[in-house]
């Protein structure tokens, strides 16, 4: 049994099966055509180089294709890499699921669910209540099942659901530390941020953008759904406006993406929380593949840092 790419070294031989995750295509220095496969497993994804490709193999190997590889690890620019030596696709007698490559978030989707529900419901502004539980109930299959992104952090199936489930726990251990923050506010903040990733990709598995999703983002296409919700539930207010500000808040900086900067206390808390949350995902991803006493491969979302891991640090 393999142990999954996630935990192979630079020096390693592989031989298994990937489902290709990506494929896209690349024109070397020489003039000649390569494509470069994502290919995951369980455990994570590796980027794999196919040289010298043809017509026919660039129809063959398209995402969502499980392969058989045999190849080497080595690193590249601080990163692992799988050298390909032999690669080839199923035989009519190799019946192996795709869920078998799927890569699923710690915790089961009812056990996140019931959670979400339970902060919901500790709510007492009735408005910001009804705009959260109603905008759940609509997208909740696809919450579930979404990742968080299509890389960096939560880049797995229901990790969308299970970010938002983390988020939760910070902003109640947040909200106890600091009891004047407004806790429907902020559990809305966290409930609806990433909401609208239900619409920009395309879905579950392997995602990509949508057209909404590459024109309008995330951001843009949740502040409509709040604004369409409000109008369903007849519900005007502040509320509304104050609960669109913390979606188009939340990444902090024009720069990353947000139209506008925190301007209410709980926004400024909402980001945070959603930075941390990130980047302790990515973090312990990278860190659960290095050993004691290494730097890890570069991360390219934190400022391209290769992180130490202490060598008294199982």
């Not at 040289?51 to 590889?69: A, F, G, R, S």
């Not at 669910?113 to 539980?133: D, G, Y």
């Not at 952090?153 to 726990?169: I, P, R, T």
Request: hydrophobic fraction near 40%.
């Amino acid at each position: 049994m393999t142990k999954g790419v996630r935990f192979y070294e630079a020096g390693e031989q592989v031989e298994q099966y990937f489902l290709i995750k990506s494929a896209a295509k690349g024109m070397a220095s020489n003039g000649k055509p390569f494509l470069t496969l994502i290919l995951q497993d369980k455990t994570g994804a590796i980027e794999a180089k196919l040289w010298d490709i043809t017509e026919e193999l660039e129809k063959t190997y398209v995402e969502q294709t499980i392969v058989k590889v045999m190849g080497d690890i080595q690193s590249y620019r601080g990163k692992l890499q799988l050298r390909i030596r032999k690669i080839r696709t199923l035989s009519p007698q190799e019946n192996i699921p795709v869920d078998m490559f799927i890569e699923k978030a710690p915790v089961e989707a009812d056990v996140m669910l019931s959670k979400i529900n339970q902060c919901i419901f500790e709510m007492t502004n009735p408005k910001i209540q009804r705009i959260t539980r109603y905008l759940m109930k609509k997208y909740e299959k696809p919450f579930l099942e979404y990742p968080a992104a299509t890389k960096n952090h939560h880049e797995y199936y229901s990790g969308l659901a299970y970010h938002v489930v983390s988020m939760l726990d910070l902003a109640k251990a947040i909200v106890a530390l600091y009891p004047s923050l407004n806790k429907d506010l902020l559990y809305a903040g966290v409930i609806l941020h990433d909401l609208g990733k239900v619409i920009e990709l395309s879905g579950p598995v392997s995602p990509s953008y949508t057209i909404e999703g590459t024109l309008l983002g995330h951001i843009t296409l949740m502040v409509g759904e709040i604004g369409k919700a409000a109008d369903e539930l007849e519900i005007t207010g502040e509320e509304v406006t104050v609960l669109q500000h913390l979606i188009l808040s939340h990444h902090g900086k024009a720069e990353w993406g947000s139209p506008k900067p925190p301007l209410i206390r709980e926004a400024e808390v909402l980001h945070y929380i959603d930075n941390l949350d990130a980047k302790i995902n990515m973090l312990n991803r990278v860190l659960d593949k290095t050993k004691p006493g290494d730097f890890s491969e570069r991360l390219f979302a934190l400022d391209n840092r290769s992180f130490y891991k202490p060598s008294f640090q199982e």
